[in-house]
């Protein structure tokens, strides 16, 4: 494809291109920022759940199944509260209904016309009115009718004792009335024993409020019995540890003077200046409550005033805790930096961990406040970007790059994807997209850098060259044609290692939680949104930074500017030095690095694979600081050292309860990229319990239940675990009620077991509805029990019909759409995997087996328990493994599409997954475990390790020639340098990461370091030494597209042989850009050709070879060019053309 129209594009309007870009970057994200609601980060572990597996899919169905159960959802546990909510609506309805004909007939009705002094006749009768019924109040005498005050209807009011209006009718008063509407006349009629009783027990209770004597008064001039301790110490007050330091430091904290120690140190804990604003203070006296602390008491026990006057005792103790009277809360953050800062320590004793309540505000302070960590990391970064390019344009324009990169991947991830959920984990998108931004440009200049001084030095060496070369083959290279060139070796390889990278974030989509997958769609997006710009902000930059220097900018330096040239000589010196070890290093040893690294990546995939392996987490807590930090210290250890915790967590006591659920189908169908949206409950259509079937089947269920070895017997005398035996217990009785001589057929002794369906449909709520009436002392609801349907239309449907509401009972019978069954395991709760995993199998193989004995519509039930962390552990073990394979594979395919090698493709992968397994192998010997976040640097692991190697492979094979060590040669010369800046500045990076006290930051910066390290070498000594010693050359397993060869003028599969010649090859890792180019900008022509083509190896210009290299090809590369503005340094007695020169093709026949 012939690009030439946007070179000369970039060439022509640079300025243009930055200003296009940059009001489009600035577009897209003010319209995000505006558009969208900053982030919340105020619950840190929020979306760290699992969506979509299966026990995942059941405990969305499970939390959607309580939600309908709750007041405002469609499902009823007990029918009398439908019943009687209905009621309550029906009249309502009805009241709304006759205050609407009352106002009507008071519209309608004429107003009589009185004269202009009725208003003042009017209010003179109003104020005698109330007078009157006041002192018909006061004078009423009690009646011998005993009332309690609870019978008193308050709401109705003492003045309308005399008046009956229809909006104080209950729904009793409903049942002892009736009602004629008529033409402008609403006639009521009321029972009158029944009014007369009401206004009675009206006027009775009024009298009785009324001569009641007045609540006794507090008095605080009495004398105050002031306590040593204002109330017993509780979790919700802050807490401290206590441990011994020093020498003794084995010794009991319960003697004199670790008593003593504390003491004074429980002094330091009161004595910060804020303290008293936000401590609990004395009842009656404006000072701050005692601390509960182990010297206090001790003081109270032996009745001192102060734990300064203790004598001495021998209880041995290992740690203590110092109870402060200030509330655990978000709003003692202050007070918590001033306890920071005060070193709560002395020579004895110190402050081990606190528990504050502060964890999620406190973390969220700490990721605002760290990010000058990562602000120095990209300050760190610029600066090598600086010294590499010595233009502090390219400098700026590269970071200006970065946060555009950030700000369109924002953009895309809010508004084009629409996810409104961004966890922080997103935010470590920052910190790898500075080292994958960098790695880019200076790929890109190197690259840029290379052409300039090659092509000079070209020309220079034709006008200097003798005889032997013929001038007249001598061409002008235009701004466009360099351009082309940068383009033709750099953005494929940027390309590559773009769309890898991204494919690696990508595929962790595939995780099943929720966090990770939002994290690696947003670095997916931040990879490409920077290889966009990397591809049209950057180069037009460069041809900026060109135009200046060949208006002569550059001759005009500051002498900061020379200064830095000076500087940017030495570090071109150390760098050529560097690059010369380095190839002889590969060269020379190659066998020993393939055998050494080769090694230790297969006892890395031992360590990750076999033993230790890839630890799941332990504990349920998500650790959001380093290990050293006071909260963590509280969390981790010193919690489970205090029974007061223990019986918090009840951990030891509580057994995983045995949840079975009919009628509800595990469906998940929210987002699942987003942790609030929780989709819909799904009924299952074919379940119906009413079946003498699933009567029989169910009974038997709860019986066979009972035998198994994880069952746990439970006692009470009314149970809900199992409805259907409280249901035939009841069905039992009689059916005539001795006590009002009711009727309950069919719900009684007349109805065997296995019922009639009509019957267990009518008699179920029934049951339901007595059992939840009974006393909680007797009964106490749980989540198990059938579930009703509660219909939203029975009141339109049964009109206005006061007979549906005369009897107790309605007849229409609720449907039974869920049912749940639940019984207590033998198993307690805990975090080891292996446990849960067993207890988990086991119970879904029983059921398993039982549901295929079960009627058909009573085999859609499900089981599900506490399971949320186990599934989470079990999510990230299979998830890592997938988005590695994920990874791997696509990674594979692309190298293989791009390259059309499949030596150099699969020697590549290999390097990789080498890295990636040295990389976690390193981490689990630091004592990681696969937790939401190491899952999350496993991701990015694959991402980063892709990089280095892809542009070690591409570049081999895009070489001059095809002999695999001229071509190892040449691949080290031009990517070392690059490879080596990117690995320094991400590393580098990474490791001012680890100055931060929030865990993501740190592990990052762990992370970073290990794997921008671990993929160098693997690159550089690795996966050269493997091209270098068994690299495909001469065309081996290359091939090409079938379009590219039909496009080719020659036929057949050609390729170059080594020929006794000599080249030069100018190189520089640091070179200023060139001056000179202000020769080409003039010219219009230019050539691009094929970059894939297996028929011919193009130069690095694009133009074919017709001289043969030397033998001593390999050493050309040592001769090194310094080329700076108006300066070029070049080697003249070689007579023979750079690495541009035409060579010879061989043409190799089938």
Not at 114 to 141: A, C, E, G, M, Y
Not at 253 to 279: R, T
Not at 941 to 955: K, N, P, Q, T
Not at 1120 to 1141: A, D, L, Q, R, Y
């Amino acid at each position: 494809m012939q690009m030439h129209w946007y070179y000369n594009f970039l060439v022509r309007r640079p300025y243009l291109m930055v200003l296009a870009v940059a009001v489009l970057c600035t577009a897209c994200i003010t319209v995000s920022l505006t558009m969208n609601a900053a982030p919340d980060f105020s619950d840190p572990t929020l979306g760290f759940e699992t969506r979509g597996t299966l026990l995942g899919k059941r405990l969305t169905a499970w939390n959607n199944l309580l939600h309908e159960t709750s007041p405002t959802g469609s499902l009823v546990t007990d029918p009398s509260d439908y019943y009687n909510t209905i009621k309550h609506h029906y009249a309502n309805k009805k009241r709304k209904h006759q205050l609407h004909n009352r106002a009507h007939k008071r519209k309608n009705r004429k107003k009589p016309k009185f004269p202009k002094h009725h208003h003042k006749d009017k209010d003179l009768f109003l104020s005698r009115t109330v007078l009157l019924l006041k002192n018909n109040i006061t004078s009423q005498k009690t009646t011998d009718i005993d009332l309690l005050p609870t019978q008193w209807n308050g709401e109705s009011g003492i003045f309308r004792d005399y008046e009956i209006t229809n909006d104080t009718l209950t729904s009793i008063e409903h049942a002892n009335r009736s009602e004629n509407f008529e033409y402008g006349r609403n006639t009521t009629s009321i029972d009158e024993d029944y009014h007369r009783q009401k206004v009675q027990t009206k006027k009775s209770t009024w009298s009785i409020l009324k001569q009641s004597p007045s609540p006794p008064e507090w008095s605080v001039d009495g004398t105050h019995t002031e306590g040593f301790f204002c109330d017993s110490p509780s979790k919700d007050y802050s807490h401290f540890v206590i441990e011994r330091i020093g020498p003794n430091s084995k010794d009991s904290l319960f003697d004199l003077n670790g008593l003593l120690a504390m003491c004074e140190l429980q002094n330091q804990i009161i004595d910060i200046p804020s303290y008293g604003n936000f401590c609990q203070n004395e009842e009656f006296i404006d000072t701050c409550c005692r601390p509960w602390s182990l010297p206090n008491y001790a003081a109270l026990f032996v009745n001192k005033s102060s734990c300064f006057d203790l004598k001495n005792t021998t209880v041995y103790l290992k740690y203590a805790m110092i109870f402060v009277p200030v509330a655990s809360s978000s709003k003692i953050l202050p007070l918590f930096h001033e306890w920071e800062d005060a070193d709560l320590r002395n020579e004895l004793v110190q402050v081990v961990s606190m528990d504050l309540g502060l964890e999620n505000e406190l973390f969220n302070e700490s990721l605002l406040t760290d990010v000058w960590l990562v602000s120095l990391g990209g300050v760190f970064v610029m600066a090598c970007i600086w010294l590499y390019t010595t233009s502090l344009l390219l400098t700026f324009m590269v970071c200006v790059a970065v946060l555009f990169s950030l700000g369109l991947a924002y953009f895309v991830y809010t508004l084009v994807l629409k996810m409104a959920f961004f966890p922080y984990m997103n935010l470590l998108a920052v910190v790898v997209i500075i080292g994958i931004g960098a790695d880019n440009a200076f790929l890109f200049v190197k690259i840029w850098q290379c052409i300039i001084a090659e092509r000079l030095t070209k020309s220079t060496m034709a006008s200097h060259a003798q005889s032997g070369l013929d001038n007249g083959n001598e061409h002008i290279d235009t701004l466009q044609n360099l351009m082309a060139s940068t383009f033709h070796h750099s953005a494929l390889s940027m390309f590559v290692s773009s769309l890898t990278t991204a494919t690696a974030f990508f595929a962790s989509y595939t995780s099943s939680i929720t966090a990770i997958k939002c994290f690696g769609i947003f670095a997916g997006a931040v990879a490409i949104t920077n290889y966009l710009l990397m591809m049209t902000w950057l180069p037009a930059v460069v041809c900026i930074m060109e135009r200046l220097s060949a208006c002569g900018i550059c001759n005009n330096k500051l002498p900061i500017q020379k200064l830095l040239l000076i500087f940017n000589k030495s570090i071109t010196k150390f760098c050529h030095l560097f690059e010369t070890v380095i190839t002889k290093a590969v060269v020379n040893y190659s066998t020993l690095w393939i055998c050494l690294l080769g090694a230790i990546g297969l006892l890395s995939a031992v360590i990750v694979l076999y033993y230790p392996g890839l630890q799941l987490p332990d504990s349920s807590h998500f650790q959001l600081f380093s290990s050293n930090h006071p909260f963590e210290i509280y969390n981790s250890k010193m919690k489970n050292q205090f029974w007061f915790e223990k019986s918090i967590m009840v951990y030891e006591n509580f057994k995983l309860p045995l949840r079975f659920v009919w009628g509800i189908q595990p469906i998940d169908d929210g987002d699942y990229t987003d942790p609030f949206s929780l989709g819909n409950l799904y009924y299952d259509n074919n379940f119906n319990i009413s079946t003498k079937a699933a009567q029989i089947w169910l009974l038997n269920f709860c019986k066979k239940l009972r035998l198994q070895p994880f069952y746990e017997a439970t006692f009470g005398s009314l149970l809900s675990n199992c409805f259907i035996e409280n249901f035939i217990s009841l069905m039992g009785r009689m059916c005539i009620d001795g006590m009002d001589n009711s009727d309950r057929t069919p719900c009684c002794d007349v109805s065997k077991f296995p019922f009639e369906p009509h019957v267990f449909d009518i008699c179920l709520p029934q049951s339901m509805s007595s059992l939840y009436a009974t006393p909680r002392e007797y009964y106490t609801p749980g989540t198990a029990g059938p579930r009703f349907l509660a219909e939203k239309t029975p009141i339109d449907a049964w009109g206005h019909d006061d007979r549906i509401f005369s009897n107790s009972t309605i007849q229409a019978p609720l449907q039974v759409k869920a049912l749940v069954i639940e019984f207590e395991s033998n198993v307690g709760y805990t975090t080891a995997y292996k446990e849960m995993k067993t207890f988990v199998d086991t119970v879904e193989q029983w059921l398993e087996g039982e549901l295929t004995e079960a009627p058909p519509e009573m085999q859609g039930g499900w089981f599900t328990s506490e399971l949320k962390f186990f599934d989470t552990q079990s999510t990230l073990n299979h998830d890592t493994l997938v988005a590695i394979s994920v990874a791997m594979s696509t990674s594979l395919f692309v190298l293989l599409i791009v390259t059309l090698n499949v030596l150099v493709s699969l020697y590549a992968i290999i390097t990789v997954l080498f890295t990636i397994f040295t990389t976690v192998s390193i981490l689990i010997l630091l004592g990681w475990k696969l937790n939401v976040l190491e899952s999350i640097t496993v991701s990015t692991a694959i991402g980063l390790a892709v990089d280095l190697s892809l542009h070690y492979g591409i570049h081999y094979r895009m070489a001059p020639t095809t002999e695999r060590l001229a071509a190892s040669q040449f691949t080290l010369s031009r990517i070392v340098g690059p490879t080596s800046m990117a690995a320094i500045t991400t590393g580098a990076a990474g490791a001012l990461m680890l100055a931060s006290k929030v865990l993501p930051y740190i592990q990052i910066g762990v992370f970073l370091v290990v794997v921008m390290i671990v993929s160098w070498f693997y690159g550089t000594f690795f996966l050269m030494s493997l091209l270098k010693t068994a690299g495909p050359q001469y065309g081996f397993m290359q091939f090409d597209y079938p379009f590219v060869s039909k496009n080719s003028t020659t036929g057949g599969n050609k390729y170059y042989e080594r020929k006794q010649s000599q080249v030069i090859a100018s190189e520089q890792l640091l070179t200023p850009s060139s001056s000179a180019i202000g020769e080409f900008i003039n010219s219009e022509t230019h050539e691009l050709e094929s970059l894939t083509s297996s028929s011919l190896i193009k130069t690095i210009s694009g133009t074919e070879s017709s001289h043969p290299l030397t033998v001593d090809f390999e050493h050309s590369f040592n001769n090194k060019h310094n080329i700076t503005c108006g300066n070029i340094s070049f080697i003249v007695n070689h007579k023979s053309p750079s690495i541009e020169s035409p060579m010879p093709e061989v043409q190799v026949t089938n």
